[in-house]
């Protein structure tokens, strides 16, 4: 407070609020007067209900000690008669010249009031006793003690008659009619003192309001007279203070700047409205503090500003700083402040003010402009093209690096040398300097379009072939002040594109060409054989073995067996034949001019060179084969794709044969038709996975002999393929060619996701709460692939389908053929709850000696078994044992093809728990979108 306080500042403020203070004083100082009285005189009446009603509870309690004659009531009229008493006791002592207030006080508690009271009780008697307000009310209260000790006298006599013994009913009679006239004269005079003592407060009441209202009415008057004095004073003030802020104003809109203003002694700070905006603060943010005002200053920026405001707060050097600030919304702006600030007698520093001037375009346009010409020095000096620039007087003024590389010269030898000096072109077809070329840059002032075909004569005397382009650079009003040139070094250009399109059309690996240039020259050979008649053949080869090398030495070992064999190959050829590596360890030969009988014998040969070829590596020896397919063009085929699709099929037949053979593509090869048919199939499967042309179908499979009630529905699920007219399409016409090129993985992915995602929907609509088992077919290689077991499981979380619903088929085959994994695959998602079946079973060799290891829960007796059991006692023989068999080992049994009611009675018979055919349900379609789907076929 201190620091704050002035002589003359410290006058105004006392000869302001000491008026209003004294106003203020004076009444609390009534009001607490008249609270005061006011609560007093509320005791005294409260005291005065306390005497009547224990001095009635005497005379009662004394009427009827006089009739039971029994202590307790003696004693309760003492302790009634004790609170009037004690008032008395209370009085007689304040009524004493010097009296003991102690003494006082208990007299008051013994008279039943309360101790908060009994203080304002003692003030209101000591110091108002002899009003005249008060004078009735004391008076007959004199009168009521004096009863009081008659009756206490009576009360003693009464006690010392009955405690002596038989008291006769004459004293006992006369003792009660004492006391009921010691009551009614008490009645009338506690009457008179409650009313005399109500009207009394009353009185004091309306007094004292009427004393504050007048004391009021008067501070009120001399409050006004001062304060219409002091507003007078201060109206001139603000009428110049007005005038002076509008100057201000006026000044700070016209400059657009922010002010702040810091009061060190103080530690506060204000900001003008402009500085608040341009801070991003609003009022409801508060009053602004100088730690605030460092914090929006930009970290980085924060020590040097400090520095100058304490170099000049210390040392008076000039505050002019520039740094950034960030806004309350994050901004970041630059700003300009100017500052200035005023010191006391003592020379410590007591008050700075200052500026704020937005400065961020300018330091944005600086910026920009720094950064456009660092980003024009960086290019320069780093893109690959050469960059020379002349004055108006033609003089070289800068080369960036490349140039220098280019033309043999530095920029320190070239710069001011003319340009014809360190440019000398000359045409790459002709030879000759082309020096109009230099006079076009240098006079007319024109672009120069990219100019091709040149040779640059560099300063050591080399040539490089370049392009070359110039522009004027203009100022602002368009005049030319100088030109640039720029020269391209396509020699390297010409080195790639050379090398690119070798690359394009060989093998990496080998240096062989690849099966695009294979492809293009086989082509250019179809028109030959087509339009001269010349005889050409096409050899497909794939060699044999040659996984377990990779699998087992590693790339390295395939790579250097594909190059040597590549070598080899090529040494058996004509220098006019075509070998190309078409991928992998595939390669394509193309036989230009060759009769049918030499392309059989080169083919036969290459196939033996292969097989006689010992590959070494890391001391291992590994014979390998290749299987060879042949195709003699003769005019038959009509497109690349043909023969192509056509010494592929016949390379694959070569390797079902066995390996390491040729074989000869004809029309009328029966097998190569059925591969052709197959290998179509292959887009056509792939186009019905991508487009969802596949739909399912569920058959029936029920309960035989007497169903429990635990049997839901059991049903299997069946595969539809639709073709491009929405024929339904049987799997048998297509699952061959699906298992022969391993898309089988593919379709059961489908098919299960399909199966989940419906059986998900129809449980959520109630429609799949009575499903016991849905059956799905799962093909042998997707039991043996890992990665199938790990989708099954992302969709049994996907869909939450609860596990022991669904029953996975696998044929018996299929599970023979890779028993290890199969079983693996079968616990792996037993574990989880799925239960499995073996479908087919009867059709192996081996069928009982593998079916104890395998975890399965059903067992399907192959259908043709079951179809033809009525009229074959081996056939009937072999399902009766598979359910016996199947029983033993705890397993239930199936029965497939079960197509009318007889075979269904017998196995029925049988004890065969499940049969599934024609006899049973025909298949319907599955799911709400392949019923709408068949609906549209329909």
Not at 61 to 77: H, N, P, S
Not at 95 to 119: C, M, S, T, W, Y
Not at 398 to 423: C, D, F, M, Q, V
Not at 714 to 738: G, Q, S, T, Y
Request: with cysteine; charged share 20%; glycine share 6%.
């Amino acid at each position: 407070m201190q620091k704050f306080w002035t002589k003359d500042g410290g006058m105004r403020w006392i000869k302001v609020t000491l008026p209003f203070l004294a106003i203020v004083l004076s009444m609390v100082g009534l009001l607490m007067f008249s609270m005061s009285i006011l609560s007093s005189v509320r005791a005294f009446v409260g005291g005065e209900g306390l005497w009547s009603k224990a001095q009635k509870e005497a005379v009662s309690y004394l009427v009827q000690y006089a009739v039971t004659q029994a202590e307790t009531d003696y004693q309760k009229a003492l302790q009634a008669l004790a609170v009037p008493m004690g008032d008395r006791r209370a009085r007689d002592e304040l009524d004493k010249p010097v009296p003991d207030l102690q003494v006082a006080r208990q007299g008051f508690l013994e008279g039943g009031n309360h101790p908060d009271d009994i203080d304002g009780i003692i003030f209101l008697y000591r110091n108002f006793k002899n009003f005249s307000l008060l004078a009735e009310p004391l008076a007959n209260w004199q009168i009521g003690n004096r009863l009081i000790e008659e009756l206490a006298a009576e009360a003693t006599r009464l006690h010392a008659a009955i405690a002596a013994g038989n008291p006769e009913s004459s004293t006992l009679t006369a003792s009660l009619a004492r006391i009921r006239d010691i009551d009614a004269r008490l009645t009338p005079l506690e009457l008179r003192f409650s009313a005399s003592l109500g009207e009394s407060s009353r009185q004091v009441q309306r007094l004292l309001l009427f004393a504050t209202l007048a004391i009021a009415i008067a501070l009120t008057i001399f409050g006004s007279w001062i304060s219409r004095y002091l507003l007078n004073k201060s109206d001139a003030f603000e009428k110049a203070l007005k005038i002076s802020q509008e100057r201000l104003h006026l000044a700070l809109v016209g400059s657009n700047d922010g002010l702040w203003d810091w009061d060190i002694q103080a530690d506060n700070i204000y900001y003008s409205p402009r500085l608040t905006e341009l801070l991003g603060y609003t009022l409801d943010d508060g009053e602004p503090t100088p730690v605030q005002f460092l914090n929006c200053i930009y970290p980085s920026d924060l020590a040097s500003v400090r520095a100058k405001l304490t170099s000049h707060l210390y040392d008076n050097s000039p505050c002019d700083i520039e740094f950034r600030i960030v806004t309350k919304s994050g901004d970041l702006r630059w700003v300009r402040s100017c500052a200035q600030s005023t010191s006391n007698a003592a020379g410590q520093p007591v008050r700075m003010a200052g500026s704020f001037t937005d400065i961020t375009a300018r330091k944005r346009s600086e910026e920009q402009l720094y950064a456009a010409k660092e980003r024009a020095q960086v290019t320069l000096e780093s893109i690959g093209e050469a960059v020379i620039t002349l004055g108006t007087d033609g003089l070289v003024e800068y080369l960036n690096p490349t140039a220098e590389i280019l033309t043999r010269w530095t920029l320190a030898s070239a710069r001011g040398l003319p340009l014809a000096k360190i440019l000398s072109v000359v045409g790459e077809a002709s030879g000759k300097r082309n020096t109009d070329l230099i006079n076009q840059i240098l006079e007319n002032g024109n672009p120069v379009d990219r100019e091709t075909n040149l040779l640059l004569i560099c300063n050591d005397g080399s040539e490089v072939a370049v392009n070359l382009s110039a522009e004027p650079i203009r100022n602002l009003s368009g005049e030319t002040i100088g030109t640039v040139l720029v020269l391209h070094d396509v020699s390297k250009e010409r080195e790639y594109a050379a090398q690119l399109s070798y690359q394009a059309s060989h093998d990496e690996l080998t240096g062989l060409i690849n099966r695009r240039e294979f492809e293009r020259r086989l082509t250019v050979a179809m028109i030959t054989s087509r339009d001269q008649q010349r005889q050409h053949a096409v050899l497909y080869l794939d060699l044999d073995q040659f996984k377990v090398v990779n699998d087992t030495c590693g790339h390295a070992a395939g790579d250097e067996l594909i190059r040597q064999i590549s070598v080899l190959l090529k040494q058996h050829l004509r220098d006019a034949d075509t070998i190309a590596r078409l991928g992998g360890d595939e390669f394509g030969v193309l036989l230009e001019n060759c009769p049918v009988e030499y392309s059989q014998r080169v083919a036969e040969g290459l196939r033996q060179t292969v097989a006689d070829f010992q590959f070494l590596w890391a001391n291992k020896p590994f014979t390998i084969g290749v299987s060879i397919g042949l195709i003699n063009l003769a005019g038959e085929m009509h497109t690349l794709g043909q023969i192509m699709s056509a010494v592929d099929a016949a390379c694959y037949l070569a390797k079902e044969k066995g390996r390491n053979r040729v074989h000869e593509y004809r029309l009328d090869d029966s097998e190569l038709s059925t591969r052709h048919g197959e290998m179509e199939w292959i887009t056509r499967i792939n186009e019905a996975l991508v487009k969802d042309r596949f739909c399912l179908f569920s058959q029936d499979i029920v309960a035989l002999g007497t169903p429990s009630s635990a049997h839901g529905v059991h049903f299997e699920i069946l595969l539809r393929m639709l073709d491009k007219d929405n024929n339904l399409v049987l799997p048998m016409a297509f699952i061959p060619a699906a298992e022969r090129y391993n898309l089988m993985p593919a379709i059961d992915r489908w098919v299960v996701s399909t199966v989940f995602a419906t059986l998900a929907k129809m449980h959520q609509q109630g429609g799949g709460q009575d499903i016991e088992s849905c059956a799905i077919n799962l093909s042998g290689a997707s039991v043996g692939d890992n990665d199938f077991l790990n989708f099954v499981r992302e969709q049994h979380v996907k869909y939450n389908i609860a596990p022991q619903s669904i029953c996975f088929e696998i044929t018996e085959t299929s599970a023979i053929a890779n028993f290890a994994k199969a079983a693996h695959f079968i616990q792996e998602l037993r574990s989880i709850g799925y239960r499995f079946a073996l479908d087919d079973f009867g059709a192996g060799m081996s069928s009982f000696a593998y079916l104890k290891n395998l975890p399965v829960d059903f067992i399907k007796i192959d259908g043709c078994f079951v179809k033809d059991m009525l009229n074959s006692p081996t056939d009937y023989a072999m399902v009766e044992a598979i359910n016996k068999i199947g029983h033993l080992m705890g397993k239930q049994t199936i029965a497939e093809f079960a197509v009318n009611e007889r075979i269904i009675g017998t196995l029925t018979e049988i004890g065969v728990d499940f049969a599934q055919g024609y006899g049973i349900g025909r298949p319907r379609a599955f799911g709400v979108e392949t019923s709408k789907i068949l609906q549209s076929v329909g």
